[in-house]
C-alpha cells in the first residue's frame, strides 16, 4: 500500500481518495478486504482516529461495508463505483481546464497534445509493465534456483545415509552371513 500523504490536504481525505482511485481503476475488486483500521493506521502511521474517520465517510457513501466483526470489504454495488469513478475523472478534467484557460490554450490545440500526453503515457506503463515481468522472472529463477540447490543438498544427505544404513546393514549381512556359514563346515 502506496499513499504518498501531503500536508496541504487532510489525511482522512487523502486515505479516502486513495481507495476511490484504486476502487475505480479495479485495483480494489467489488468485495475485495481491505486492511483493518488498526493495520492501516500501523502502515501508514497515522492516528487510528483519522482511519476510523475515513472508513466512516466511505461506508456512509457506499465504498465500502462491514458486516459485523467481519473485515471491511469494497462494496458490490457496480453503480457506486461507475459514480466514483466518473467523480474522479469530472475532478481531473476541471483541474485540467482551469489550467489550460489560465494559459489561454484554444481547444484545438489541446486535442494534439492530449493523444501525445495519452500516448507517451501508455508506453511509460508499457514499459514500466515489462520491466516489472523481467525482474519478478528473475527473481523467480533465482528463487528456483536456490530451492533447487537446497533439494539437492537435502537428495545428497538422504542419500548419504540410506548409504550409511546400507552399508551397516550389509556389513551385519556380511558378519551374519560369514557366521552362518562357519556353522555350515
Known sequence: MNIKLDSRTPVYLQVIRYFKERIASGKLKMGEVIPSRRELAAKLNINPNTVQRAYKEMEEAGLIYT???????????EQTIIQVRNELVSDALQQFVQTLRTLNIPLSDIYPLLEESYAATDQIQHEQHEKLHTTT????????????????????KIDEQAQKRTGITNEQKNHTDSIGGNNGD
Open 67 to 77: 458486516d459485523g466483526n467481519m473485515p471491511s470489504k469494497v462494496t458490490r454495488d
Open 137 to 156: 522472472t528473475e527473481q523467480l529463477k533465482k528463487e528456483t534456483g536456490k530451492i533447487d540447490e537446497q533439494a539437492q543438498k537435502r537428495t545428497g
